[in-house]
């Protein structure tokens, strides 16, 4: 095995259950808002936060957040340089980043949605089969793993005579975010660093205090907050910048929230570099699906980005739709892709060509959709960026092209 495979794996963990947190999860590493490598663990509450290294240097790991009724565990972390080389935590390796950022699994809409009628067969591998997507998209060994938001949906308890999804957990708690996330993740976890995009299911009135003690980017804040500060990441030749939209409403443009992100966007977007791309939950130019397909969304975000697209802009990556979706609309608008088909309930994809619609004042020239479960994933080329698109069974389902601001997707 290489040096680098070697430490991008996590040994198994072989420390007692009163070190670490029940066995599970172990350590996994996520792009800070700060630039930096956070490394994160949950342990059991009433011990110590174990001891971290990297690149055989003590690393300061804190308490990020403390235990209690909902989430018995105490949340630790520590923060290491991106180009760190090894990352050592409690004896088991943490996922490390490569030199070069050159194979990227994306992913959104994990979550088994447990919410009022509406409810999936947490249970049942075909009907949500998150664990098989994380376990294949780790297979293909990936520099980099992007979630584009949406990992909790368990909100309300199984209904008693659905069999299917008897004995969920359910609410913002630990046993919750773990069902839900964690042990299905856990081989895509351990394979690689991610960046953590924030969904709508995340917002504060849903899974709110799971995201911020878990899994969000910043500092843990004071309280829950519904929006939070833009970031720009660059890693190994790749420019990223994570926005999140996860409160824009879709179907309408409320002045305050469109003046609010705006002035967000118009911080994020200065001097933005060749080729960005632009991370958010909800897609800013798409058309939606089920009982409302072919309404155009997201009016919030589209009024905020209206006037300040910059010319480095090439794509913006979401999620928020339960399906595989590329738009491109020629050189004047970056193309959008959405990815949210990697686990929860998949919607009725519109009946009228996506092709010709007009979003927002331009055509689109280019568009692919498709309903199926699956993960996609980004290989570096000389001149820009080739996708493929697998299912959950790991058949090949769709290939692309990302060039500039031009994306071409179609059927294998």
């Known amino acids: 095995m290489s ?3 070697a430490l991008g794996v996590i040994a198994a963990v072989t420390l007692s259950a009163k070190v670490w947190a029940a066995d599970w999860p172990a350590p996994w590493t996520e792009l800070a808002s700060d630039g930096t490598l956070s490394v994160r663990i949950a342990v059991a509450a009433g011990t110590a936060c174990p001891k971290a290294t990297a690149n055989g240097i003590d690393l300061p790991m804190a308490p990020r957040a403390g235990a209690d009724d909902g989430f018995p565990v105490l949340l630790c972390e520590a923060r290491a340089p991106a180009a760190t080389r090894q990352l050592i935590v409690g004896g088991s390796a943490a996922p490390i980043f490569s030199p070069e950022v050159r194979r990227i699994v994306i992913i959104g809409d994990t979550g088994c949605r447990l919410e009022g009628r509406a409810v999936q067969d947490c249970g049942d591998p075909e009907a949500w089969p998150f664990a098989a997507i994380a376990r294949r ?15 909790y949906y368990r909100e309300t308890a199984c209904p008693a005579d659905h069999k299917g999804c008897a004995g969920s957990s359910h609410g913002d708690n ?28 995340e917002l504060c009135r849903r899974g709110g205090r799971g995201w911020f003690r878990l899994l969000d980017p910043h500092p843990v804040p004071l309280e829950c907050a519904d929006r939070s500060d833009p970031f720009r ?3 190994a030749g790749l420019d990223l910048l994570w926005f999140d939209g996860a409160d824009a409403d879709d179907f309408s443009a409320p002045a305050a929230k469109v003046a609010f992100y705006a002035a967000q966007l118009a911080g994020l977007l200065a001097a933005a570099p060749p080729h960005a791309w632009l991370l958010t939950h909800r897609p800013i130019w798409a058309l939606a699906q089920g009982n409302i397909a072919g309404a ?32 491109e609309f020629g050189p004047d608008r970056p193309a959008q892709l959405i990815v949210g088909d990697s686990g929860d309930t998949m919607l009725e994809l519109g009946k009228a060509p996506l092709i010709g619609a007009m979003i927002d004042g331009i055509q689109v020239r ?6 199926r479960f699956g993960y996609f994933i980004l290989e570096a080329t ?3 960026w080739d996708g493929s698109l697998y299912g959950s069974d790991d058949a090949v389902l769709a290939h692309c092209r990302l060039r500039g601001r031009g994306l071409g997707c179609g059927p294998a």
Do not use: C
Not at 178 to 198: G, K, N, Q, T
């Open 3 to 5: 040096l680098r495979s």
């Open 382 to 384: 000389a001149d820009g």
């Open 296 to 327: 155009s969304l997201n009016a919030t975000e589209q009024g905020a980005i209206r006037g300040q697209v910059p010319p480095g802009l090439d794509l913006i990556v979401s999620g928020h739709l339960h399906d595989f979706t590329s738009y």
């Open 137 to 151: 998209a780790a297979s293909r060994k990936p520099d980099l793993v992007i979630h584009v938001g949406d990992y």
């Open 174 to 201: 630990w046993e919750t975010w773990r069902a839900d996330f964690f042990e299905p993740a856990a081989p895509l976890l351990a394979a690689a660093p991610w960046v953590m995009v924030r969904g709508n299911h």
């Open 366 to 371: 280019d568009a692919f959709a498709l309903k």
């Open 233 to 235: 990441l660059h890693i």
